[in-house]
Every structure is written in structure tokens, then in C-alpha cells.
């Protein structure tokens, strides 16, 4: 089966600034698809040459089996888009809002009735069809955000930041719905996200960082690249304790970040008192803990999840 959605060499560029440095993958169909990275990683121009709204400068991005520059109309009528700033007018009803979104792509009568009743019953929010918009929660606005995108029927279901601003049920509210559209429908669903907990939940990721691709895996996948369990010092002597661990722990290869030092071990745990015993009071902290994606961007990119990519 051909992927959803491929990119081969992609490269975007803003005058000499290089916002995409020649990412390639592939994402199959049915599947939640995630790309992570920090702010200025190159998460938003992908998204947005998928969009069809910006052309690569070089290589090439297919959507649904179309390229996004010589077939843009084609790509256009395959995917649904969500972007980060909502998209519905607050002063009509949700219903009147997707009634006028499915106008633009030729739909009328009770055709139209029918998809919205069935778009609206597939977010859970039919019983809300007639409220105005701004009565609705932030978590409630970006249901019918989906649902006005479902209306024409869309392959590729693009989110941009999904679940920024929604509070804990919200964001699980909107996971329940974005699986049901995957295994009932088949929908693939690509969301470009900077927050761990939404990588957590896709079936694969692509870690971006400065425009390159740095990760690509399930996050089993990539939590597997970590070596063990992760420590992390905080120390008031960071340069000399790095310079003494591997005398320490043969084999380690500490990495400093400022007054931390991070460290990967099989068995971690086990080091912990011969550390605190070996450099005492140089050492104010010491944290345990299993592989998470902020470790595997970390030992990919060679930075902390910072924003800043």
C-alpha cells in the first residue's frame, strides 16, 4: 500500500535562514503520525507544504498519492486541516458553520444534513449542533474544528498543535475521537506538536530539530535508543565531575548541560550511592528515571527540548 503522505529531500528555505534541511519519510495509512520539535525545528513549514500553502524550494511531498505543487487541487480535496488559531466564526451555530464550510466544497441539501449529522456524531458533539460557538470550551471549539474538516471526507486529517490551551480532559477527550477516526474510518492523521504527552500517543514519530530530521520510530522505538535508565546531577561543580565519571563508571559518557550532567546506564539505579559517596556535597541533586522522549531528543539533537530549535 502506498504511504498517506511521503517526503523525499524536502528543503524549504526563507531567504538564507534553511527551514527544512532535506527531511525524508514516509507515513502509512490508517496510522496517527507525529512530528515533534521544538519552536523553530521546522514542524510549522512542513505542515504547511502538506497544506498545499508553500511550495519546497527542492525534493518533493506527496499527499494521498499527489504532489503537493503539480497536483495541489487533487491534495486539496484529500485533506482536512486544522491549524493552531481556530477557523469557526463565534457568532453562528456550529451547525451553520459547517453548513457554510460544506458550501465551498459544492455540498447542499440533504446531503450536506447527512454529513453533518454523521460528522457531528463522530466528535461526540451532535447534541451541541445548535449552540453558538462562543459558548462553547476551548475543548468543544476544536471538536467542531475537526468536524467541519470531515465534512467533505478527507484521507489526511492535518492538526497543527491540537491541544494547545485544552485543559487534561479535553486533550483525552480529543485523543478519544482522533483513535475513533483512525480505526473506524481510517483516517491518517499527521499532527505536528511540541508537546511530549501528544508524541507519547502516535503510533510514530519524526523528532525535528533545525530543520533536520534527528528521530524516526514508534516511541518504543526511539525511547529504546537511550542506553538503560537515565540519571541526571545537578552539581556546583559540573566540569569536574563530568571530567571524573567515566574513572567513576567505566564506559560512561556523561554529557554536561550547564550545571547538569545527564548520564545513560543499563542499571542506574545501582550507581547512585557510590556517586552521592564519591563527590558528596558537589552533587544538590540527583534524579532517576526511566528513557522519556525529552532524553531520546536530547541524545539525538545534543540540546534540551529548549523551544529554541
Not at 515533534?36 to 527542492?58: D, H, I, M, Y
Not at 471538536?143 to 483525552?172: S, W
Not at 539505579?269 to 563527590?279: A, M
Request: glycine share 10%; charged share 25%; hydrophobic share 40%.
Amino acid at each position: 500500500m502506498a504511504p498517506a503522505i511521503e517526503l523525499h529531500n524536502l528543503v524549504c528555505r526563507y531567504g538564507d535562514r534553511v527551514a527544512v534541511a532535506g527531511i525524508s519519510l514516509a507515513v502509512e495509512p490508517g496510522s496517527i503520525f507525529g512530528v515533534l520539535g521544538p519552536n523553530g525545528g521546522g514542524k510549522s513549514t512542513t505542515f504547511r507544504v502538506l497544506a498545499t500553502l508553500r511550495p519546497p524550494q527542492e525534493g518533493s511531498a506527496r499527499v494521498a498519492g499527489y504532489d503537493v505543487v503539480q497536483d495541489a487541487g487533487q491534495v486539496r480535496r484529500r485533506i482536512g486541516v486544522v491549524f493552531q488559531e481556530a477557523a469557526l466564526d463565534d457568532k453562528l451555530t456550529v451547525r451553520e458553520n459547517l453548513t457554510h464550510h460544506g458550501h465551498l466544497y459544492g455540498l447542499r441539501g440533504s446531503e450536506l444534513r447527512a454529513r453533518i449529522e454523521r460528522v457531528l456524531e463522530n466528535v461526540a458533539l451532535l447534541d451541541r449542533a445548535d449552540e453558538l460557538v462562543e459558548k462553547l470550551s476551548g475543548g468543544l471549539k476544536r471538536r467542531a474544528e475537526i468536524a467541519k474538516v470531515l465534512l467533505h471526507e478527507p484521507e489526511v486529517l492535518l492538526l497543527d498543535e491540537p491541544t494547545t490551551g485544552l485543559d487534561p480532559g479535553a486533550r483525552a477527550a480529543l485523543w478519544q475521537q482522533l483513535r475513533r477516526l483512525r480505526d473506524e474510518h481510517g483516517c491518517t492523521v499527521l499532527m505536528a506538536t511540541h508537546l511530549f504527552e501528544d508524541a507519547e500517543q502516535c503510533d510514530q514519530i519524526a523528532i525535528l530539530d533545525r530543520g533536520k530530521l534527528v528521530g524516526l520510530g514508534t516511541p518504543q522505538q526511539l525511547k529504546r535508543l537511550v542506553g538503560g535508565e537515565v540519571l541526571t546531577l545537578e552539581c556546583d561543580d559540573a566540569e569536574g565531575v563530568v571530567r571524573e565519571l567515566p574513572r567513576i563508571v567505566p564506559g560512561a559518557e556523561p554529557m554536561r548541560v550547564g550545571e547538569q550532567i545527564r548520564l545513560e546506564h543499563p542499571e542506574a539505579h545501582r550507581l547512585v550511592p557510590q556517586l552521592v559517596e564519591v563527590f558528596g556535597e558537589r552533587i544538590r541533586a540527583i534524579r532517576l528515571g526511566q528513557p522519556t522522549l525529552a532524553d531520546v531528543f536530547f541524545k539525538l539533537a545534543g540540546h534540551e527540548f529548549d523551544g529554541v530549535g
